[in-house]
């Protein structure tokens, strides 16, 4: 079946432009992550949404993230006001559920802020 | 969170097994030891996660010290396609940190043919 598929997978934006990413997991998982990986840099939650419940945003860094997931399936992603600090790859993943310990990535879209 | 240290990198020839270690000193005790791997230009994939107990599966074994302070990864017959960079992670377990991976710098496997 399809995996995790994201879009767009490169964006070069400008500073200070807000930016949507997007994030379709796999049909049927319950779980969404969002992730980012710098150069260089390890991986880093963000946040996080399962079923219903309120999602947890205790990894965004700034309250310049926020992130919606529509009807339980697809996420989106958004930065306001890019700074050149944001510029990584951003990483969706899902899960079957909360206690699922296998997550499933997709390919990431790599955010470049000029 | 566990902190983890891995070596930054590893040889192998193809056909022979490979033993990656990750210390996990800090780990608490309902945190389980994750593993993935990363291709480049790709999104981690999942490896195999195990609590106390050795686990096997598909891909590789997971060797867990008694203590669980570290673990080994073993790829019983390394492969070209094995080449990527392999990441240990403490959790997600219980509490706060369920569903959070973090990944430190990981191991980067260079496969000979």
């Known amino acids: 079946g399809a995996g995790v598929s994201q879009s767009p997978s490169n964006k070069v934006t400008e500073k200070g432009k807000d930016v949507e990413l997007r994030c379709d997991p796999i049909?049927?998982?319950?779980?969404l992550y969002w992730y980012r990986q710098s150069l260089g840099q390890g991986l880093e939650f963000l946040i996080y949404?399962?079923?219903?419940?309120?999602?947890?945003k205790s990894g965004l860094p700034s309250d310049r993230f926020s992130a919606e997931r529509t009807g339980g399936s697809v996420s989106t992603l958004t930065i306001q006001r890019t700074q050149q600090e944001d510029s990584a790859v951003y990483l969706c993943?899902?899960?079957?559920?909360?206690?699922?310990?296998?997550?499933?990535f997709g390919p990431g879209t790599r955010l470049t802020v000029t | 969170d566990a902190k983890t240290t891995q070596p930054n990198s590893m040889e192998s020839n193809e056909e022979e097994p490979v033993h990656l270690p990750c210390n996990h000193s800090?780990?608490?005790?309902?945190?389980?030891i994750h593993w993935y791997r990363q291709l480049p230009s790709q999104g981690p994939e999942y490896v195999i996660h195990?609590?106390?107990s050795n686990v096997n599966n598909r891909m590789a074994s997971l060797a867990i010290a008694e203590d669980r302070k570290s673990s080994t990864l073993i790829l019983h017959r390394a492969t070209l396609r094995d080449a990527a960079v392999y990441y240990c992670?403490?959790?997600?377990?219980?509490?706060?940190?369920?569903?959070?991976?973090?990944f430190g710098q990981g191991t980067i496997l260079t496969v000979h043919p």
């Open positions: 993943a899902s899960s079957s559920g909360l206690y699922s310990y296998e997550q499933y």
């Open positions: 049909s049927g998982h319950t779980a």
């Open positions: 949404f399962q079923g219903n419940s309120a999602p947890d």
């Open positions: 800090t780990i608490s005790g309902t945190d389980y």
């Open positions: 195990g609590l106390t």
């Open positions: 992670t403490g959790g997600p377990g219980g509490g706060t940190s369920y569903g959070k991976l973090t």
